[in-house]
């Protein structure tokens, strides 16, 4: 057996390496067939929420915000279903990047691209930070003052689903990580 390092395709730490040509990607791969292509592949993608189509159209990489932890999806990404958790959606595409926050649903990955279905998705520049902490404090009054089993528990959804957006929002702003 080779030592680590030795082979071509072998770097040291013994991950495979795939052999790329002048940077153009290995055959097979996206944009690795036609030697022209020097833009990064895209795949379709499609953000909806109850209300609307909030985005549709050919993107670079969408970043989600899986319930285990964030994970990107590029063009040629395996078949994949998974569960979101509130957190902020980064959607690239034409040189740029859109943010959304989501809020609970589902992603699914085919061949066909990218479908994201969410519970509520929102534009970032939309969602004020101190208006949402104010917004907290008064669903914390809701949920003290509510009279009844069926009250109390509907208000204490309310100020939950502000406390998840929150702190998403407070997680993007600071750069932290739930992985």
């Known amino acids: 057996m080779e030592p680590s390092g030795s082979h071509p395709w072998r770097s040291r730490s013994a991950g495979l390496i795939l052999p790329r040509a002048a940077g153009k990607a290995p055959a097979g791969s996206p944009g690795g067939d036609d030697p022209e292509i020097e833009q990064m592949a895209t795949l379709p993608f499609e953000l909806v929420s109850p209300e609307r189509l909030v985005f549709s ?14 994970f990107g999806v ?6 994949f279903i998974g569960m979101l958790k509130p957190g902020i959606l980064t ?3 034409d040189g740029g990047a859109r943010r959304y926050f989501v809020r609970g649903g589902f992603a699914e990955v085919n061949p066909a691209g990218l479908t994201i279905l969410a519970e509520e998705a929102k534009p970032l520049e939309e969602l004020d930070l101190a208006a ?18 069926d009250a109390k528990q509907r208000a204490a959804r309310h100020l939950a689903d502000l406390q998840q957006v929150y702190e998403a929002l407070e997680r993007d702003r600071t750069g932290a990580t739930t992985h």
Request: proline content about 5%; cysteine-free; charged content about 25%.
């Open 57 to 70: 159209g050919a993107v670079t990489e969408v970043i989600v915000p899986g319930a285990e932890g964030e």
């Open 74 to 79: 590029l063009a040629g990404h395996a078949p």
């Open 91 to 93: 959607i690239k595409a």
């Open 132 to 149: 949402l902490a104010q917004q907290i404090q008064d669903a914390r009054e809701d949920v003290n003052d509510a009279t009844g089993d």
